[in-house]
Protein backbone atom coordinates (compact mmCIF):
# COMPACT_ATOMS: atom_id res chain seq x y z
CA UNK A 1 0.00 0.00 0.00
CA UNK A 2 1.13 3.32 -0.89
CA UNK A 3 1.34 5.79 1.93
CA UNK A 4 3.68 7.32 4.70
CA UNK A 5 5.19 5.21 7.40
CA UNK A 6 6.19 6.59 10.66
CA UNK A 7 8.19 5.14 13.48
CA UNK A 8 8.28 4.04 16.50
CA UNK A 9 4.76 5.12 17.52
CA UNK A 10 5.47 5.59 21.15
CA UNK A 11 8.76 6.84 21.92
CA UNK A 12 9.91 7.42 25.50
CA UNK A 13 13.18 9.81 26.13
CA UNK A 14 15.58 10.11 29.54
CA UNK A 15 17.08 13.10 29.67
CA UNK A 16 19.63 14.30 27.56
CA UNK A 17 19.28 11.85 24.85
CA UNK A 18 18.59 12.29 21.67
CA UNK A 19 16.05 10.23 19.77
CA UNK A 20 15.08 9.51 16.21
CA UNK A 21 12.10 9.51 14.74
CA UNK A 22 11.41 7.25 11.13
CA UNK A 23 9.49 8.35 8.14
CA UNK A 24 9.54 6.44 5.21
CA UNK A 25 7.54 7.30 1.91
CA UNK A 26 6.45 5.13 -0.96
CA UNK A 27 4.47 7.75 -2.77
CA UNK A 28 7.23 9.34 -4.46
CA UNK A 29 6.49 12.95 -3.31
CA UNK A 30 9.13 15.73 -3.68
CA UNK A 31 8.67 17.07 -0.72
CA UNK A 32 8.58 16.40 3.00
CA UNK A 33 7.67 17.90 6.40
CA UNK A 34 7.79 17.39 10.16
CA UNK A 35 5.21 19.24 12.07
CA UNK A 36 5.18 19.11 16.21
CA UNK A 37 1.32 19.09 17.30
CA UNK A 38 0.89 19.60 21.66
CA UNK A 39 -2.24 18.45 23.28
CA UNK A 40 -4.99 20.66 22.39
CA UNK A 41 -3.00 22.80 19.72
CA UNK A 42 -2.54 23.03 16.12
CA UNK A 43 0.31 22.01 14.14
CA UNK A 44 3.72 23.88 14.19
CA UNK A 45 6.56 23.47 11.34
CA UNK A 46 9.82 22.23 12.32
CA UNK A 47 11.66 21.23 9.48
CA UNK A 48 10.68 20.53 5.90
CA UNK A 49 12.55 19.65 2.52
CA UNK A 50 11.87 19.94 -1.16
CA UNK A 51 14.46 17.90 -2.49
CA UNK A 52 17.18 15.43 -1.87
CA UNK A 53 20.31 16.87 0.27
CA UNK A 54 18.48 19.66 0.74
CA UNK A 55 16.22 21.02 3.12
CA UNK A 56 15.02 24.26 5.42
CA UNK A 57 14.38 25.70 8.93
CA UNK A 58 10.29 25.64 9.80
CA UNK A 59 9.24 27.65 12.78
CA UNK A 60 10.49 25.94 15.31
CA UNK A 61 13.83 24.56 14.34
CA UNK A 62 15.86 24.90 17.60
CA UNK A 63 17.06 21.86 19.08
CA UNK A 64 15.84 19.40 15.99
CA UNK A 65 18.09 18.16 13.42
CA UNK A 66 16.51 16.39 9.83
CA UNK A 67 18.54 14.63 7.27
CA UNK A 68 17.32 13.99 3.34
CA UNK A 69 19.79 11.55 2.10
CA UNK A 70 17.05 9.37 0.18
CA UNK A 71 13.93 10.79 -1.66
CA UNK A 72 11.78 8.63 0.26
CA UNK A 73 13.07 8.98 3.58
CA UNK A 74 13.10 12.03 6.41
CA UNK A 75 14.17 11.21 9.90
CA UNK A 76 14.05 13.99 12.71
CA UNK A 77 16.57 13.69 15.34
CA UNK A 78 15.38 15.40 18.51
CA UNK A 79 18.54 16.44 20.50
CA UNK A 80 19.19 16.72 24.10
CA UNK A 81 19.01 20.70 23.09
CA UNK A 82 15.10 20.38 23.23
CA UNK A 83 13.97 21.47 26.40
CA UNK A 84 10.41 20.41 25.88
CA UNK A 85 10.31 17.60 23.86
CA UNK A 86 7.36 15.48 25.15
CA UNK A 87 4.94 15.90 22.00
CA UNK A 88 3.22 14.12 18.95
CA UNK A 89 5.06 14.16 16.28
CA UNK A 90 3.45 14.40 12.14
CA UNK A 91 5.71 13.80 9.39
CA UNK A 92 3.62 14.84 6.01
CA UNK A 93 5.08 14.85 2.47
CA UNK A 94 3.91 16.24 -0.77
CA UNK A 95 3.98 16.50 -4.68
CA UNK A 96 5.68 20.15 -5.67
CA UNK A 97 2.56 21.02 -7.86
CA UNK A 98 2.73 24.33 -9.01
CA UNK A 99 0.88 27.28 -9.29
CA UNK A 100 -2.23 25.88 -7.30
CA UNK A 101 0.02 25.17 -4.68
CA UNK A 102 0.27 21.53 -3.59
CA UNK A 103 -1.65 18.34 -1.24
CA UNK A 104 0.03 17.33 1.81
CA UNK A 105 -0.37 13.71 3.09
CA UNK A 106 0.43 12.86 6.94
CA UNK A 107 1.71 9.96 8.40
CA UNK A 108 0.17 8.31 12.12
CA UNK A 109 2.34 10.23 13.63
CA UNK A 110 4.96 9.57 16.70
CA UNK A 111 4.43 10.52 20.55
CA UNK A 112 7.24 11.19 22.46
CA UNK A 113 7.83 11.13 26.03
CA UNK A 114 10.31 12.33 28.11
CA UNK A 115 10.77 10.54 31.42
CA UNK B 1 1.51 36.92 5.02
CA UNK B 2 -0.66 34.19 4.16
CA UNK B 3 -2.75 32.90 7.29
CA UNK B 4 -6.25 31.00 8.08
CA UNK B 5 -8.73 31.93 10.54
CA UNK B 6 -10.83 29.52 12.02
CA UNK B 7 -13.32 29.11 14.51
CA UNK B 8 -12.52 28.51 17.85
CA UNK B 9 -13.64 25.54 19.46
CA UNK B 10 -15.09 23.80 21.21
CA UNK B 11 -18.34 22.98 18.71
CA UNK B 12 -21.17 20.94 20.19
CA UNK B 13 -23.56 19.28 18.88
CA UNK B 14 -26.51 16.63 18.91
CA UNK B 15 -26.64 13.92 16.77
CA UNK B 16 -28.25 14.68 13.32
CA UNK B 17 -27.76 18.46 13.41
CA UNK B 18 -26.32 21.03 11.00
CA UNK B 19 -22.63 21.73 11.29
CA UNK B 20 -20.55 25.20 10.24
CA UNK B 21 -17.08 25.52 11.02
CA UNK B 22 -16.42 28.47 10.22
CA UNK B 23 -12.32 29.21 7.68
CA UNK B 24 -11.33 32.55 6.33
CA UNK B 25 -7.73 33.25 4.76
CA UNK B 26 -5.71 35.75 3.77
CA UNK B 27 -3.58 35.23 0.28
CA UNK B 28 -1.78 36.51 -2.74
CA UNK B 29 -2.89 34.97 -5.53
CA UNK B 30 -5.20 32.06 -5.54
CA UNK B 31 -4.01 29.33 -3.30
CA UNK B 32 -5.45 26.07 -2.79
CA UNK B 33 -7.79 25.50 0.18
CA UNK B 34 -8.16 22.55 2.04
CA UNK B 35 -10.00 20.68 5.02
CA UNK B 36 -8.28 17.98 6.94
CA UNK B 37 -9.90 15.75 9.98
CA UNK B 38 -7.85 14.58 12.88
CA UNK B 39 -9.87 11.85 15.23
CA UNK B 40 -7.96 11.42 18.62
CA UNK B 41 -4.46 10.15 18.38
CA UNK B 42 -3.80 9.82 15.02
CA UNK B 43 -2.68 12.05 11.96
CA UNK B 44 -4.38 14.09 9.58
CA UNK B 45 -6.29 13.03 7.11
CA UNK B 46 -7.42 14.91 3.90
CA UNK B 47 -10.87 15.28 3.78
CA UNK B 48 -12.10 17.51 0.84
CA UNK B 49 -10.19 20.04 -1.03
CA UNK B 50 -10.63 23.40 -3.62
CA UNK B 51 -7.74 24.38 -6.07
CA UNK B 52 -10.16 27.77 -7.80
CA UNK B 53 -12.89 30.07 -7.12
CA UNK B 54 -16.14 28.37 -6.89
CA UNK B 55 -14.98 25.04 -6.71
CA UNK B 56 -17.12 23.08 -4.27
CA UNK B 57 -15.07 20.04 -2.05
CA UNK B 58 -16.50 16.99 -0.71
CA UNK B 59 -16.33 13.77 0.80
CA UNK B 60 -18.50 11.85 3.27
CA UNK B 61 -21.33 14.31 3.49
CA UNK B 62 -19.17 16.97 4.32
CA UNK B 63 -19.13 20.21 1.95
CA UNK B 64 -16.93 23.17 1.65
CA UNK B 65 -16.96 26.30 -1.30
CA UNK B 66 -14.05 28.26 -2.44
CA UNK B 67 -15.67 31.26 -1.99
CA UNK B 68 -12.92 34.17 -3.29
CA UNK B 69 -15.05 37.50 -2.96
CA UNK B 70 -15.24 36.71 0.93
CA UNK B 71 -12.33 34.93 1.16
CA UNK B 72 -13.51 31.85 3.08
CA UNK B 73 -14.18 27.88 3.09
CA UNK B 74 -16.84 27.24 5.36
CA UNK B 75 -16.79 23.27 6.23
CA UNK B 76 -20.91 22.42 6.16
CA UNK B 77 -22.67 19.18 6.85
CA UNK B 78 -25.88 18.59 7.08
CA UNK B 79 -26.69 15.80 9.54
CA UNK B 80 -23.35 14.97 11.99
CA UNK B 81 -23.08 11.93 13.39
CA UNK B 82 -21.38 11.29 16.72
CA UNK B 83 -18.36 9.25 14.38
CA UNK B 84 -17.66 12.88 13.23
CA UNK B 85 -16.42 13.80 16.53
CA UNK B 86 -12.46 15.02 15.79
CA UNK B 87 -10.51 18.00 15.01
CA UNK B 88 -11.24 19.69 12.28
CA UNK B 89 -8.16 21.90 10.75
CA UNK B 90 -8.64 24.60 7.54
CA UNK B 91 -5.51 24.81 5.35
CA UNK B 92 -3.96 26.72 2.44
CA UNK B 93 -1.29 26.28 -0.09
CA UNK B 94 -0.14 28.67 -2.43
CA UNK B 95 2.28 29.21 -5.58
CA UNK B 96 5.30 29.07 -3.01
CA UNK B 97 3.71 25.24 -1.63
CA UNK B 98 4.02 26.72 1.57
CA UNK B 99 1.19 25.37 3.47
CA UNK B 100 -0.79 26.89 6.04
CA UNK B 101 -3.09 25.57 8.67
CA UNK B 102 -5.26 27.09 10.81
CA UNK B 103 -5.48 26.08 15.00
CA UNK B 104 -7.91 23.35 14.50
CA UNK B 105 -11.91 23.54 15.88
CA UNK B 106 -12.81 20.31 18.14
CA UNK B 107 -15.98 18.97 17.22
CA UNK B 108 -17.85 16.91 19.82
CA UNK B 109 -21.08 14.78 18.74
CA UNK B 110 -23.51 13.84 21.22
CA UNK B 111 -25.38 10.91 20.91
Known amino acids: DGGITQSPKYLFRKEGQNVTLSCEQN?????MYWYRQDPGQGLRLIYYSQIVNDFQKGDIAEGYSVSREKKESFPLTVTSAQKNPTAFYLC??????????????FGEGSWLTVV | GNSVTQMEGPVTLSEEAFLTINCTYTATGYPSLFWYVQYPGEGLQLLLKATKADDKGSNKGFEATYRKETTSFHLEKGSVQVSDSAVYFCALSDRDDKIIFGKGTRLHILP
Open chain 1, 92 to 105: ASSILAGPSGNTIY
Open chain 1, 27 to 31: LNHDA
